[in-house]
């Protein structure tokens, strides 16, 4: 009998965003607060000790005790890319408010809080129903749709939410709820939701609810850990074992073919083959994003498989893997991180990927156009040989600062340092690096490190949580509210309007109004 699988407590920032994942267990050095993590799924903070009891700041929500087996594992384990604020006591040793969020995700246009008393409110594009209320329209981009009118997600009767995920350009969310079971809905297009078809679910009548089918894992399976991203999903399952469903292209699903899975009967549960991951092996974060999937194993390694185009799989070639069953398990690399490096965490955007190392450094690879890689021009990394390893150079976020969680956007990186400052870089044609312009940062030289400015959050604030869309940031604030930056289009900042904020003078720090998710 395979012995059930233990993951490490750990804490978590959101989901791409795209998507962030951290993992805990320290090898070597030490990180300031070890404990914490990201994302995307996803950012985060540390166990803290308030008044006796531990609270964990983001990541994991370890709050509700009602939950089965497999939910709790999946609450001690949470999506890296996902951000998540454990309230059950505040300051002063009161109860906290049902309305208190305790974890943030945002996906392509849309953001989702789970709040403490389980429920999911989600604002932005309904257009592909990863809202989950039962009509197409778009929320947050007018007055008069957010807080108090703003619905709730219905995932059943008498149901509650213990962990929530969803992908930096994802259009659909998943949930694990408080008897076990996991339900998704959004867009399905390659058989995202894992339902054996590609009908969209949410977008209208008696879709959601009692209505919404759970996944079926397989016999005896339960997840415990999920990410998402615009074509496919993983979940780690309560032993530590991987499956994948959806897009299946370039063999992102891991399972040594090109054939999708999901989108037709027959091909979930227990005829949906696990990952082979490597004799022995288990994961402890997974992370999704376009057309590959990475995860951080028992041993605290990277692995990617999928699409390697820019070199984001980090091998020093642009080679896929995954498309053929000899180039997983014991064929399938760890990522070359540094001498005596591991990984704590990951983050993938469109065409890279992040980590954030056992000593809190920061390194990423893959494709550079925009600065995303944060080395100071525009060259890919991982493409080509002698560009892994210690030949791969750190991310510089200043003098004797390091990263505690990490997220992705399409092509911009943001991190939560160990003063409780973030910082962001790439991309930011929209202003989603919260600067007051659409400059880039990281693309050329001097712009990092101690010249790349702290993103203003307000009087006194700071983040406990970051989450990342395309072309979006959100931050879990100190306070417990959220703020968003960047592409607003579709009335994804959740502030009552359309317009991009960010990216010109006076919209940021305490003129960027909090997202109002209602009492």
Same mark, same amino acid.
């Given at each position: 009998? %395979?012995?059930?699988?233990?993951?490490?407590?750990?804490?978590?920032?959101?989901?791409?965003?795209?998507?962030?994942?951290?993992?805990?267990?320290?090898? =070597?050095?030490?990180?300031?607060?070890?404990?914490?993590?990201?994302?995307?799924?996803?950012?985060? *903070?540390?166990?803290?000790?308030?008044?006796?009891?531990?609270?964990?700041?983001? $990541?994991?929500?370890?709050?509700?005790?009602?939950?089965?087996?497999?939910?709790?594992? /999946?609450?001690?384990?949470?999506?890296?890319?996902?951000?998540?604020?454990?309230?059950?006591?505040?300051?002063?040793?009161?109860?906290?408010?049902?309305?208190?969020?305790?974890?943030?995700?945002?996906?392509?246009?849309?953001?989702?809080?789970?709040?403490?008393?389980?429920?999911?409110?989600?604002?932005?594009?309904?257009?592909?129903?990863?809202? $989950?209320?039962?009509?197409?329209?778009? %929320?947050?981009?007018?007055?008069?749709?957010?807080?108090?009118?703003?619905?709730?997600?219905?995932?059943?009767?008498?149901?509650?939410?213990?962990?929530?995920?969803?992908?930096?350009?994802?259009?659909?969310?998943?949930?694990?709820?408080?008897?076990?079971?996991?339900?998704?809905?959004?867009? &399905? *297009?390659?058989?995202?939701?894992?339902? =054996?078809?590609?009908?969209?679910?949410?977008?209208?009548?008696?879709?959601?609810?009692?209505?919404?089918?759970?996944?079926?894992?397989?016999?005896?399976?339960?997840?415990?850990?999920?990410?998402?991203?615009?074509?496919?999903?993983?979940?780690?399952?309560?032993?530590?074992?991987?499956?994948?469903?959806?897009?299946?292209?370039?063999?992102?699903?891991?399972?040594?073919?090109?054939?999708?899975?999901?989108?037709?009967?027959?091909?979930?549960?227990?005829?949906?083959?696990?990952?082979?991951?490597?004799?022995?092996?288990?994961? !402890?974060?997974?992370?999704?994003?376009?057309? %590959?999937?990475?995860?951080?194993?028992?041993?605290? %390694? *990277?692995?990617?498989?999928?699409?390697?185009?820019?070199?984001?799989?980090?091998?020093?070639?642009?080679?896929?893997?995954?498309?053929?069953?000899?180039?997983?398990?014991?064929?399938?690399?760890?990522?070359?991180?540094?001498?005596?490096?591991?990984? !704590?965490?990951?983050?993938?955007?469109?065409?890279?990927?992040?980590?954030?190392?056992?000593?809190?450094?920061? !390194?990423?690879?893959?494709?550079?156009?925009?600065?995303?890689?944060?080395? =100071?021009?525009?060259?890919?990394?991982?493409? $080509?040989?002698?560009?892994?390893?210690?030949?791969?150079?750190?991310?510089?976020? /200043?003098?004797?600062?390091?990263?505690?969680?990490?997220?992705?956007?399409? #092509?911009?990186?943001?991190?939560?340092?160990?003063?409780?400052?973030?910082?962001?870089?790439?991309?930011?044609?929209?202003?989603?690096?919260?600067?007051?312009?659409?400059?880039?940062?990281?693309?050329?030289?001097?712009?990092?490190?101690?010249?790349?400015?702290?993103?203003?959050?307000?009087?006194?604030?700071?983040?406990?949580?970051?989450?990342?869309?395309?072309? #979006?940031?959100?931050?879990?604030?100190?306070? $417990?509210?959220?703020?968003?930056?960047?592409?607003?289009?579709?009335?994804?900042?959740?502030? =009552?309007?359309?317009? &991009?904020?960010?990216?010109?003078?006076?919209?940021?720090?305490?003129?960027?109004?909090?997202?109002?998710?209602?009492?």
């Amino acid at each position: 009998m %395979r012995r059930p699988f233990v993951f490490p407590l750990i804490a978590a920032s959101a989901s791409l965003g795209l998507t962030l994942v951290m993992c805990g267990g320290d090898a =070597g050095e030490t990180v300031p607060d070890p404990d914490a993590s990201l994302d995307g799924v996803d950012g985060a *903070v540390a166990p803290e000790e308030r008044d006796g009891a531990s609270v964990v700041d983001a $990541g994991v929500d370890a709050t509700r005790d009602s939950a089965s087996d497999a939910s709790d594992a /999946g609450t001690h384990a949470s999506d890296a890319a996902d951000a998540a604020l454990d309230a059950t006591i505040d300051a002063d040793g009161g109860a906290l408010p049902p309305g208190t969020i305790t974890k943030l995700v945002v996906g392509a246009q849309n953001g989702c809080v789970l709040r403490l008393d389980g429920r999911v409110k989600c604002w932005g594009n309904g257009n592909f129903a990863g809202l $989950g209320i039962a009509f197409p329209d778009n %929320r947050g981009d007018a007055p008069n749709e957010m807080g108090a009118l703003l619905p709730f997600v219905d995932v059943g009767p008498n149901r509650s939410v213990v962990n929530l995920f969803s992908g930096s350009y994802a259009d659909h969310r998943c949930a694990i709820l408080d008897d076990g079971a996991l339900k998704c809905w959004g867009a &399905n *297009v390659s058989g995202d939701l894992g339902l =054996g078809d590609t009908a969209t679910r949410g977008d209208g009548a008696n879709e959601m609810g009692a209505d919404l089918t759970a996944i079926a894992l397989g016999t005896n399976v339960k997840a415990a850990q999920v990410a998402t991203n615009n074509a496919h999903t993983c979940a780690i399952l309560t032993d530590g074992r991987l499956k994948c469903w959806g897009n299946n292209g370039d063999g992102q699903l891991g399972v040594g073919d090109t054939a999708a899975r999901g989108d037709a009967p027959g091909e979930m549960g227990d005829a949906l083959p696990f990952v082979d991951i490597g004799a022995g092996r288990t994961a !402890k974060a997974v992370m999704v994003a376009n057309a %590959r999937t990475c995860i951080i194993t028992d041993q605290d %390694r *990277v692995r990617c498989w999928g699409s390697g185009t820019n070199g984001q799989l980090g091998q020093g070639n642009t080679q896929g893997r995954g498309t053929l069953a000899n180039q997983m398990g014991a064929a399938l690399p760890d990522i070359d991180l540094g001498a005596g490096r591991t990984a !704590k965490a990951i983050a993938g955007g469109l065409e890279h990927t992040c980590a954030i190392l056992d000593d809190g450094s920061v !390194k990423c690879w893959g494709s550079n156009v925009y600065g995303q890689l944060g080395l =100071g021009d525009t060259a890919n990394r991982g493409d $080509g040989p002698n560009e892994m390893g210690d030949d791969l150079p750190k991310v510089s976020l /200043g003098a004797g600062r390091t990263a505690k969680a990490i997220a992705s956007g399409a #092509s911009h990186v943001c991190v939560i340092l160990d003063d409780d400052t973030l910082k962001c870089w790439g991309q930011n044609n929209v202003g989603q690096l919260g600067q007051g312009d659409t400059a880039r940062r990281g693309d050329g030289a001097g712009e990092m490190g101690d010249n790349l400015p702290a993103i203003a959050l307000g009087a006194g604030r700071t983040a406990k949580a970051i989450a990342m869309g395309t072309s #979006s940031s959100c931050a879990l604030l100190d306070d $417990g509210k959220v703020k968003c930056w960047g592409l607003n289009s579709y009335g994804h900042l959740g502030i =009552g309007d359309t317009a &991009n904020r960010g990216d010109g003078n006076n919209e940021m720090g305490d003129n960027l109004p909090a997202v109002d998710t209602g009492p």
